[in-house]
């Protein structure tokens, strides 16, 4: 079953508008990882927070994560056209295995020019 | 750098030939690499898990028989569909993971097209 849940399912705003998106889960984690897909393609990696942070900054990019509630948000800031994409959040179980993820089922962000 | 390539990046084959995919990380060594597939607008799956030079470690309801992986060296696994059936096509993804890192590097993906 998937462990992380993204809201919204989508998303549209203006070029220069902020986005927030949210990712709720089920279980312990070892960490929680924001991975971005634009359309047809491969994943790539933007951030990671560890289970003992609460938030991480990297360029525009600000991710929370709530481990009482479960939840993380990822917010972009000042946001382009190529920012336009699908972004999946990812959980890595606590113990044992905990380097497989279980990816949610994505916020589509679409950016108006 | 974490870079991984995927090879082909889409393939059409007939119904009940095989297809081999390849996965490797250029400029770093992949203690695991996993494989994934997508369906239209839905998340990733993950189907295995393999580290070099052991077997792969199947998800529950993927059939090991009909997809081979094999991961010989810290930089190369492949995945081979075997006797492909049209419900097979899809949209495959591999990932690389470093040694020592929580993070994974995904390749382009593969789409597969079962006619």
């Known amino acids: 079953s998937q462990q992380g849940e993204e809201d919204p399912q989508a998303l549209s705003i203006q070029e220069g508008e902020n986005a927030t998106m949210n990712c709720s889960y089920k279980t312990s984690i070892n960490n929680l990882q924001w991975y971005r897909q634009n359309s047809g393609r491969g994943l790539v990696h933007l951030i990671l927070?560890?289970?003992?942070?609460r938030e991480k900054h990297s360029g525009r990019l600000r991710v929370t994560l709530d481990t009482s509630k479960k939840s993380s948000s990822l917010l972009i800031t000042a946001s382009r056209a190529a920012d336009t994409a699908s972004y999946f959040c990812a959980t890595a179980l606590s113990g044992a295995g905990s380097y497989q993820l279980t990816f949610g089922k994505g916020t589509k962000l679409s950016v108006i020019p | 750098g974490a870079v991984v390539s995927q090879h082909p990046s889409w393939v059409i084959c007939k119904s009940g030939t095989s297809v081999k995919i390849e996965c490797r990380s250029l400029d770093f060594q992949a203690t695991t690499m996993f494989w994934y597939r997508q369906f239209p607008k839905q998340s990733l799956m993950l189907m295995a898990t393999s580290n070099e030079g052991s077997k792969a470690t199947y998800e529950q309801g993927v059939e090991k028989d009909k997809f081979l992986i094999n991961h010989a060296s810290l930089t190369l696994s492949t995945l081979t569909v075997t006797s492909a059936h049209p419900e097979d096509s899809s949209f495959y993804i591999c990932?690389?993971?470093?040694?020592?890192?929580?993070?994974?590097?995904f390749g382009p993906g593969t789409r597969l097209t079962v006619t």
């Open positions: 990932s690389a993971r470093p040694s020592g890192r929580y993070e994974q590097y």
């Open positions: 927070i560890r289970s003992n942070e």
